[in-house]
């Protein structure tokens, strides 16, 4: 593995941990904001309302889930982004300096 080839490993590996990061602040906000409106009802008389601990947990399974898959997807594109790279580096068939057809 060339030198390039390990500074964009670390770059696709620090772009996805970001998108973890953010997909997870995402889901957990919204997660909190669904319990305040269940508890704003539930003082209101409108809802039964719910439970902080099991409901603040299914959000953080539910986040840890998506920003998991998502940093998965970012980090598998710059895997086959850096393929695509050595493959056209390396001249094999498939990469951008394959001869041209007559």
Do not use: C
């Not at 889901?27 to 269940?38: A, P």
């Not at 539910?62 to 710059?78: K, M, N, P, Q, R």
């Amino acid at each position: 593995m060339t030198r390039i080839e390990k500074r964009l490993l670390i770059l696709w590996f620090a772009l996805a941990f970001v998108v973890w990061n953010g997909v997870y602040d995402m889901r957990m906000h919204d997660t909190v904001r669904g319990y305040l409106v269940e508890t704003a009802l539930a003082q209101s008389g409108l809802s039964r309302g719910v439970e902080l601990r099991p409901y603040l947990h299914r959000g953080r399974v539910d986040a840890i889930a998506f920003s998991t898959v998502w940093s998965l997807g970012v980090f598998l594109a710059g895997v086959a982004t850096m393929h695509t790279y050595r493959s056209s580096r390396d001249g094999r068939p498939g990469g951008s300096r394959t001869a041209p057809r007559n």
